[in-house]
């Protein structure tokens, strides 16, 4: 495991503003074991700011009077802004601006290290916005200077790695009301966006019915599902888990979906499928991020489901006499190696089949005394209900985990559940 996806920013701590008309200032503290020169090269040299910084520069941020762009970085579209040094007294203080702001920075030999301090206008709106983006570069800073970089963590980057706790905690320091109510609406709006990525009706075909459902563990998740009907005879089922919870997840999770949508189709094999949404999420995350997933292609005239299981809780396919069967051929989760190679799985389909696919919000639920519900069962209670249908399935399923837990879910909870029909259907049978 890297020391990227170990990453966790630290509490709020450090900062304060101050006002001069109607100028508002952050000011940031931050004490670093390393010495004032070798931070002071962090702050000036543009293949050291490409390591930590929310902007890059074309040159050095060295010499008074010198015009240096800066772009800033993440942002929707490209924002650079000219900027001339100020002052730049080596190692102790630099002073430039950065779009309509100015910011200075001090540094001061402090106990074998430097303490360094920001100063930085900043719309007030905006300020602990400001104070949590800059409080993620410093502690990538630190570890950049100490030798184990960890990247730059900037824009939507940060969005994963504990930001907008940052930023709710330092608008409290600093007294700003983030407008609780608008910001539930928001929340509110987020989840019915998220929602409608879900399937709105499941398609159904001849011989077999499809079940799901979706129940994030806070006001959005990272679980998914979708059932694709490419004709009357194929469906594409997909289900995954982008790790952690909350918005950070969502954004991931819509993401894959877009991904997932936009590359699904009726000759694309499983192992094609994933090993190109694979590709594209490689790009898209970050080491601190995963995500697991379980494609199939279910062919009701070849009577066969081929699949790709990549890293997911394996399906639970129970057939008619009770026989089970775990769905586990494929490889590695998503985002991490982006060439990986992934294996294809092919089953039989046969009349009274039901397969149950579920993430580990399911699983990994906890009554009272800190036990699991466990996948043990999830499969006996799979074989024991095997001759309902596929809606009435997955009700008693997610009835009994709920019972089990009391309702108290700590993580996102999604069910798909196929029931193949035992009628002689020739769709099936022939």
């Known amino acids: 495991m890297s020391s990227r996806e170990n990453y966790e920013p630290g509490p709020a701590a450090g900062a304060e503003i101050r006002k001069e008309g109607e100028k508002w200032t952050l000011v940031l503290v931050r004490e670093l074991r390393h010495a004032p020169e070798k931070v002071w090269q962090a702050l000036t040299e543009p293949a050291h700011l490409r390591e930590w910084a929310p902007f890059d520069a074309d040159r050095s941020l060295t010499t008074v009077g010198a015009t240096v762009k800066l772009t800033t970085v993440g942002a929707p579209a490209p924002l650079v802004s000219e900027t001339k040094v100020t002052r730049a007294d080596a190692p102790s203080v630099l002073e430039y601006n950065w779009g309509d702001g100015d910011i200075r920075w001090e540094l001061e030999a402090f106990g074998g290290g430097t303490r360094l301090t920001l100063w930085h206008n900043i719309d007030r709106r905006f300020i602990a916005m400001g104070a949590a983006g800059w409080h993620i570069c410093f502690d990538v800073l630190d570890r950049l200077l100490g030798g184990t970089p960890i990247g730059r963590i900037v824009a939507g980057e940060a969005m994963k790695f504990d930001w907008p706790r940052l930023n709710a905690e330092y608008a409290q320091r600093f007294g700003i009301n983030l407008h609780p109510r608008k ?3 928001e929340y509110e709006e987020a989840r019915e966006i998220q929602q409608g990525l879900m399937p709105k009706q499941i398609p159904q075909i001849p011989g077999v019915e499809i079940s799901g459902s979706w129940r994030p563990a806070r006001i959005v998740g990272g679980d998914y599902f979708d059932v694709f009907s490419f004709s009357e ?30 590359l699904a189709s009726e000759n694309s094999s499983p192992k094609e499928l994933v090993e190109k949404v694979n590709r594209v999420m490689c790009r898209n995350t970050t080491e601190a991020k995963f995500i697991t997933l379980f ?3 279910l062919d009701v005239d070849g ?22 069967v775990r769905l586990e051929e494929g490889g590695l989760i998503l985002g991490i190696f982006q060439e990986h190679s992934y294996e294809e799985g092919e089953i039989e389909l046969r009349p009274g089949d039901r397969l149950v696919m579920f993430t580990d919000g399911i699983s990994e639920a906890v009554d009272g005394e800190g036990v699991e519900f466990g996948e043990k069962r999830m499969t006996e209670l799979s074989r024991g209900a095997r001759q309902l249908s596929a809606e009435a399935l997955r009700r008693r399923l997610l009835e009994r985990v709920t019972e089990f837990c009391a309702g108290r879910f700590e993580d996102d909870v999604t069910l798909l559940v196929v029931a193949v029909s035992e009628k002689d259907d020739r769709a099936l049978i022939m």
Do not use: E, F, W
């Open 183 to 185: 910001q539930a609406q």
């Open 233 to 262: 005879r194929r469906v594409g089922l997909c289900i995954a888990d982008v790790s952690g919870k909350g918005m950070p997840a969502a954004l991931l999770m819509s993401n894959l979906q877009a991904v997932v949508k936009a």
């Open 295 to 297: 494609y199939g292609l």
């Open 303 to 324: 009577k066969t489901l081929r699949y790709v299981n990549a890293g997911h809780n394996a399906p639970i396919l129970t057939r008619k006499d009770g026989a089970q």
